[in-house]
């Protein structure tokens, strides 16, 4: 990693919650940098991964494929922020969901069992953790309830919030998916928010 990559990875864990620099070393040591081109995919729905993920850098979504083969976005990953932990996102070990990038992404990432390792020796480490499962779990609550009693617009302003700008940087199409509204629709109703 390089110094970038280390100082970008530092204010990501920093976000969350305070980690001391001995602890935040250590956790470095165990970690690998990872690169992926925009549309590849870091996990893939119904395949076995044993990673934690960190995105330092680009933008990335989950998404599911209905039987009818159609893509549907359930959220997007912004620039340093944890990936949904491994525990949630799997059943049994196997992924719920597929994690493509956006955009160019670099993301750091630890095995799941020297991540668990690392928590249960360093507190810091710990408490890290639990306010990344904390704020994952309160926004993907925040966002299921808003989406079930809002209007399309209200949705848009919303996802506009929770995620400034995701609309210069990736396809429309995949926000139209998140919206739950056809790409026409999504259109239509840009112009009338503006």
């Known amino acids: ?8 990875f530092n204010q990501t864990i920093q976000k969350y919650s305070e980690v001391s620099s001995s602890s935040f070393n250590i956790l470095a040591d165990h970690c690998q940098l990872e690169r992926l081109g925009r549309f590849e995919h870091l996990i893939q729905e119904r395949t076995r991964n044993d990673f934690e993920y960190f995105l330092i850098q680009g933008i990335a979504h989950r998404y599911n494929v209905t039987e009818a083969g159609e893509l549907i976005t359930t959220g997007f990953y912004m620039p340093q ?11 049994n070990g196997v992924s ?11 993301l750091i990432k630890i095995r799941v069992t020297d991540l668990d390792t690392l928590r249960n020796t360093y507190i810091d480490l710990r408490l890290f953790g639990q306010r990344v499962v904390e704020q994952q779990l309160a926004a993907i609550l925040r966002l299921e309830m808003a989406f079930r009693s809002m209007t399309a617009k209200e949705r848009l302003a919303l996802l506009r919030k929770e995620y400034v700008n995701v609309e210069n940087f990736i396809p429309h199409t995949i926000i139209a998916s998140f919206l739950g509204v056809t790409p026409v629709s999504f259109s239509r109703l840009r112009s009338e928010i503006g």
Request: glycine residues 0%; charged residues 15%.
């Open 96 to 106: 719920l969901f597929a994690v493509q990038a956006l955009t160019d992404i670099i």
């Open 1 to 8: 990693m390089t110094p970038k990559d280390l100082l970008l």
């Open 81 to 91: 922020t944890a990936i949904t932990p491994n525990f949630a996102r799997t059943n």
